[in-house]
């Protein structure tokens, strides 16, 4: 514990190269460390739907939580409301922004009172089968609950921007504007 404590205390506030910052990515992909208990069941659920997944996919430094490349999608799960606050919302648009550059379209699922059902496998399958079909879905991020229904955004929630759709059946993304 003492040198744990140590070495916390020796890297507190220094910045990581960006050499180093995809060394850890790359690690954290080959050894699928960090996922959570919700993004492994949602990932089962999504193979056994017939799709490919890889947990933790490095993206430059950052990792996908669950991504499905053949598609490009990009699911994170958003399980704990610490991804609005703090360095996770500071870092939040930056990473966002550097996914949809890099070709991938994001959804984000806010898992609120440990609800994840079949709406939300369904949602995300649904964008694949529009993929599938070449119907592009644009440079935009979709917005769930772990329910598959929009996302309600609030206070305890990050500001997305520009919202394009409605509750009633139609997809909820944001806009590059």
């Known amino acids: 514990r ?3 404590e140590a070495a916390h205390l020796a890297a507190k506030d220094k910045r990581r190269s960006p050499e180093t910052k995809k060394k850890i990515a790359l690690a954290r992909e080959r050894n699928v460390s960090g996922a959570s208990v919700y993004e492994s069941i949602l990932a089962e659920k999504l193979m056994a739907k017939g799709l490919e997944v890889t947990l933790q996919k490095t ?5 996908i939580d669950i991504a499905i490349p053949e598609f490009s999608i990009a ?3 958003f399980g704990g409301h610490w ?3 703090g360095r996770h919302a500071r870092r939040f648009r930056e990473r966002f922004n550097l996914l949809l550059d890099r070709g991938w379209t994001p959804v984000i699922v806010w898992i609120s009172n440990g609800i994840l059902t079949d709406g939300c496998v369904d949602y995300i399958v649904s964008l694949c089968d529009d993929s599938r079909l070449d119907q592009t879905t644009g440079r935009c991020e979709h917005v769930i609950d772990g329910n598959g229904k929009p996302s309600a955004i609030g206070d305890s929630k990050l500001n997305y921007g520009s919202i394009v759709g409605s509750d009633e059946g139609c997809n909820l993304v944001r806009g590059e504007n």
């Open 2 to 4: 003492r040198n744990t």
């Open 59 to 63: 993206v430059e430094c950052y990792n």
């Open 75 to 77: 699911v994170e799960v």
């Open 83 to 85: 991804h609005s606050y």
